[in-house]
């Protein structure tokens, strides 16, 4: 609808209505409008919007596209109106009384309104509501608003630039930092994609520049491979780990089935070599007492044992007494069993059969004194042999080591 004659309009492309005075085609847009009061109006189209209105009373108004946006609308009272299109944006609208109002697109906004009497409203980016209200009329400060607006396409290169892992600007980086082997000191250059700053900043923030260096990881492909790597440096570690294990599982049963046999042939080595010692200091004590001559104590001491060895030898004296007293014992004990038998004749009288069982007892017992007797002759040549060998050992030792 229009307050004047004159009224052009261009057609709707998917569009559900589409009418203004002067009107762009819309581009899938479920309505697109203007109204204006008088003076030229102009109405750009909208790209994927659910509306995008422009009202204008009096003046010029200007309305460029929405894309993405649920609703964009402004308003005029009088004077010029100008309002650029906004980006996935739920709402942007703009309000003025008098004088001139500029308002620009919003960037990734749930909504971003402006009521001013004379003023202008920059777009917001990433914002939940910006909301300005200002009461002065300033045309510099319009102006300069005016330039700092952004121009969509200029915005989309932005989330472009954001996603692209080969630009400057992409916002999916981050530093890591690899653990150097000791030893090791490596000049990391710059990435091609990374400013000085970044750059800079990440070599400040190393935590040790003689362990660490830094490694850029850009984008979800650079982040996954990182992670295959360090799961296949896992794997290899887990590896690693489980042979450490076997080699101590070997080592714990070869310590159980050889070191602990071996440790007690060693240890029974060990007494029979102290055994020997004790024997080879022994004789060399013997051979040092040879050496040195008789004390006056052990000289009396010698004296003493001399005497005794003599008078116990002496054939008139007490060998001879001694042979006596052996010759007693000898007749009392024939005297004493020759009484028991009488005796035990007259007591008791034993038959013939008894007497042939006595015997054959008797008998018995007297082989097995005889079998004893031979087995200790034996045993003894045995020891005397062996002991015999044994001095002969030592006297060899003695001369190889002397």
Known sequence: MSGISRSSSSGGLFSSRSSSRQSGGSLFSSRARSNSGSSGGTRSGSLFSSRA????????????????SSRSRSNSGSSGGTRSGSL???????NTGTGSGTRSGSLFSSRSGSNTNTGTRSSSLFSSRNTSTTNYN??????????????????????VDAYNVESERCQFKFVFYNNLSQGQQIQVPKPQNVNETFWALA?????????????????????????????????????????ILQVIENLEHHHELKTKKRLEQYKRKQIVLAQKLLNVLWKLEVIKAKEIEFQMDEEIFR????????????????RKKLDTLVGRIHVAEDLLIT???????????????????????????????????KILETDSRTVQTVSEKMKNLDSEDLDQKF
Request: hydrophobic share 25%; charged share 25%; glycine share 6%.
């Open 138 to 159: 300033n045309n510099a400060a319009q102006e300069n608003e005016q330039q700092r607006t952004i121009d969509p396409s200029e915005q989309i290169g932005n989330i």
């Open 303 to 318: 004296k003493k044992i001399e005497s005794i060895f003599n008078e116990i030898n002496q054939p008139n004296k007490y």
């Open 203 to 243: 070599i400040q923030n190393n935590p040790d520049p003689l362990r660490f260096i830094p490694v850029l990881v850009v984008g979800f492909e650079d982040l996954k491979n990182r992670m295959e790597k360090q799961k296949s440096l896992l794997k290899e570690q887990m590896k690693s780990l489980q042979r």
């Open 53 to 68: 209105g422009s009202n204008t009373g009096t003046g010029s108004g200007t309305r460029s596209g929405s894309l993405f």
């Open 88 to 94: 996935f944006s739920s709402r942007s609208g703009s």
């Open 339 to 373: 009484n028991f038998e009488r005796q035990n004749q007259k007591q008791v009288e034993i038959s013939e059969e008894s007497k042939q069982n006595i015997f054959k007892l008797l008998k018995q017992q007297q082989d097995g004194l005889e079998h004893i007797t």
